[in-house]
């Protein structure tokens, strides 16, 4: 009789083993599959979409689709080829029609009969997209411009990498500029093959898509496939690298003729999008030139009376994305409020630009960061929070309850364990309420006392939002034992247009006593150990961690910068994109007469306060990071060595101001985690 009872003891044993969960790796992190392109069948029935897996062997991703019911249920893969691939169109009876490999394919929805539509790969070809009867492309390739490499301007020297230039806009983040400029062809598809390519910029010195975060939402067909709409910053040299002025452009295929839709409109100008039927044009837009953080409002265009109305203008938020509904009623958009990302919509039957045509859907602790299609009352979207990457669900429009639909990482994230993530407030100096998000390690135990780290976000108008990051990704930081606070300082979108536009002239002022506001109060935590604070933060966050460094009065025992700006001037005399100099330092450092610039550079200037630095400081650099070059790093660096400060320095040659290969992603977390060992 024992023996079946210690049987039965031992499987159950191995059972509750079996189920045992682990802490989030970085290892774990980079298996994780990640989505892409999503496209809903014309029967609303199916949602086709693309997921890439980091291939660490050959340090690169594959892409792969996949299918699923929008009302959820299996995953089905339906390509099985390595390698880049994108989704171009689902055609009524289930047609996919998809690029890769330079060739246009069809398949059938469930990854059947594949064939090739042309028979002639074009190279180095980007952001295609088809004509709505599928009979024209628009796609970009750089095209020669300008003769400015050694090479080119003489004949007889075809080794030199010799580079001559004239004008400003000589490098963009992370690519010197060589001559070449990407414009928007249109061509014919015909017998199995793309021909009568014409450049629908010849001669025009100008970049479509917008470089570097421009694809191919810059470049689409009109309802009719007749004309295509673009956008295009048509500025060259240092009024190209001192202004946002994107204009939207409409080119007519038959006559070749183009006209400006955006005249007179001084900000960035994107995202252009047609109605359904055609009918109207919509678009985001900001309005003052240079400040790329302004706020973002919808503009809608009656094609046929020409009158336009700014439908957000009077609503204290920015917009990030939008599309309209099927029946051209409404039209949806994402927005983030109180830190976080959610779904909104206008009632386009409401006095238009008012409030009060405006609902939230959604609402909870995540971000909808994404929309797909809508399927009678149901609107696709994609969503993340701090442990989980994206998945996509399907949100009733009636009530805004949602429910997933793709289970991408499901496996992965069952076998870990999760962090809680709250929502904190904390008073500032100036007597604000500010919203800061507590990610918790998992299992976490108020009876013990934790090493925090205080997130400083970059931007430095960027969001901190329940966003999902492979790089400096809370879940991580929480699984190593740290509690992380996350605060929504001065800067940031979210809270209003006021509070995000409070940090541009005042980098190193109010926002870094917020920054000194949070981790004092949750300092106050019996379950922080106040002898391990650590500051960790990229680009803007880079430089409050330079900045903290010098006014942290003994605070925190370590410190990590990604990129951060370490030296103003230097910066300004490095950096390209010089209308972001000009709106958030204030101006150029040689104009003594500018108070706002002048305070900047002399109070505010990290490099100036390195003789109070005296804390372990771990410096990170890419090699190809044009925005923020790589002598802040490498001063940063040198100043810590010849202080005698403990430091180290994390070069990376190849990388731009992310981290992109894989590879170098790992060999990033291992060390931003060993330094914290050593020094926290």
């Known amino acids: 009789m024992k023996k079946p009872l210690l049987i039965l003891l031992t499987m159950t044993a191995m059972g509750a083993q079996a189920q045992v969960k682990q802490n989030l790796t970085p290892e774990t992190l980079w298996k994780l599959g990640r989505l892409g392109s999503e496209n809903i069948t014309p029967d609303g029935k199916q949602v086709l979409f693309s997921v890439s897996h980091p291939n660490m062997e050959q340090n690169k991703s594959d892409v792969h689709f996949y299918t699923v019911p929008i009302t959820g249920g299996p995953m089905k893969q339906i390509t099985k080829e ?7 169109d689902v055609a009524v009876g289930g047609k996919v029609t998809y690029f890769a ?33 599928g009979k024209k492309v628009i796609f970009s390739r750089e095209v020669d411009m300008e003769k ?140 003052e030139d240079g400040f790329e953080a302004d706020k973002n409002d ?20 920015s917009i990030s994305a939008f599309r309209f509904s099927n029946d051209q009623k409404k039209i949806f958009f994402l927005a983030v409020h109180n830190g976080t990302e959610q779904l909104f919509e206008i009632d386009l039957s409401k006095t238009l630009g008012s409030v009060d045509a405006i609902k939230q859907i959604t609402k909870g602790q995540w971000d909808v960061n994404g929309i797909v299609a809508q399927a009678a009352n149901t609107l696709i979207v994609n969503r993340v929070d701090m442990n989980h990457a994206a998945e996509m669900y399907a949100v009733d429009l009636s009530n805004g309850a949602m429910h997933k639909i793709t289970t991408i990482n499901d496996k992965a994230y069952d076998a870990l364990n999760l962090s809680d993530v709250k929502e904190r407030h904390i008073k500032t100096t100036d007597g604000k309420d500010m919203l800061a998000w507590v990610i918790y390690p998992p299992n976490f135990d108020p009876a013990k006392k934790y090493p925090t780290l205080l997130y400083c976000q970059g931007g430095p108008q960027s969001a901190l939002s329940q966003f999902y990051s492979f790089r400096w990704n809370f879940q991580l930081m929480a699984a190593q034992g740290y509690i992380v606070i996350a605060p929504n300082r001065r800067g940031m979108p979210g809270h209003g247009v006021e509070w995000n536009k409070q940090i541009s002239g005042d980098w190193g002022g109010q926002p870094i006593r917020d920054y000194l506001s949070a981790i004092d109060d949750i300092a106050k935590e019996s379950y922080v150990d106040k002898a391990r604070l650590g500051c960790v933060g990229a680009s803007y966050g880079g430089y409050s961690v330079f900045m903290l460094a010098g006014v942290h009065k003994g605070r925190f025992k370590s410190f990590i910068a990604h990129d951060g700006l370490f030296d103003l001037k230097s910066w300004y005399g490095t950096t390209e994109e010089l209308w972001f100099a000009n709106k958030d330092l204030g101006g150029n450092y040689w104009d003594h007469g500018n108070k706002v610039a002048a305070n900047t550079y002399e109070n505010f200037n990290p490099s100036n306060m390195v003789n109070k630095w005296n804390t372990p400081i771990m410096i990170i650099q890419g090699g190809k990071d044009f925005r923020v070059p790589i002598e802040q790093g490498l001063q940063a660096f040198q100043a810590a060595q010849l202080k005698g400060i403990k430091s180290k320095l994390l070069y990376l040659p190849e990388e731009n101001h992310w981290v992109i290969k894989p590879q170098n992603s790992i060999v990033w977390q291992r060390e931003f985690y060993n330094w914290l060992k050593e020094t926290l």
């Open 82 to 88: 390595p390698g880049g691939k994108q989704i171009l």
């Open 148 to 287: 400015i490499q050694g090479k080119d301007k003489y004949a007889d020297l075809p080794k030199s990498n010799a580079y001559v230039f004239t004008d400003l806009n000589f490098r963009h983040w992370d690519t010197w500029n060589s001559g070449k400029v990407s414009h928007v062809f249109v061509a014919d598809i015909a017998d199995g093959k793309i021909t009568n390519e014409k450049d629908i910029l010849a001669g025009e010195p100008y970049d479509v898509p917008q470089k570097p975060s421009g694809g191919v939402e810059d470049m689409i067909f009109s309802h009719d496939g007749k004309s295509i709409v673009y956008v295009c910053k048509k500025k060259v040299g240092k009024e190209y690298a001192q202004s946002t002025n994107t204009n939207l452009y409409i080119y007519d295929i038959e006559s070749g003729k183009t006209a400006n839709l955006t005249e007179g409109m001084n900000g960035y100008d994107t995202a252009p999008l047609f109605s359904p039927d055609g009918t109207k044009l919509a678009w985001l837009s900001m309005k």
């Open 101 to 133: 490999d330079g060739i246009i394919w069809q398949m059938n929805i469930d990854g059947s009969n594949v064939a090739k539509i042309t028979t002639n790969a074009l190279e180095d070809i980007d952001n295609v997209r088809l004509s709505p009867d």
């Open 298 to 317: 919808i503009i809608l265009k009656d094609k046929k009376t020409g009158k336009q109305v700014n439908l957000t203008e009077k609503w204290d938020e």
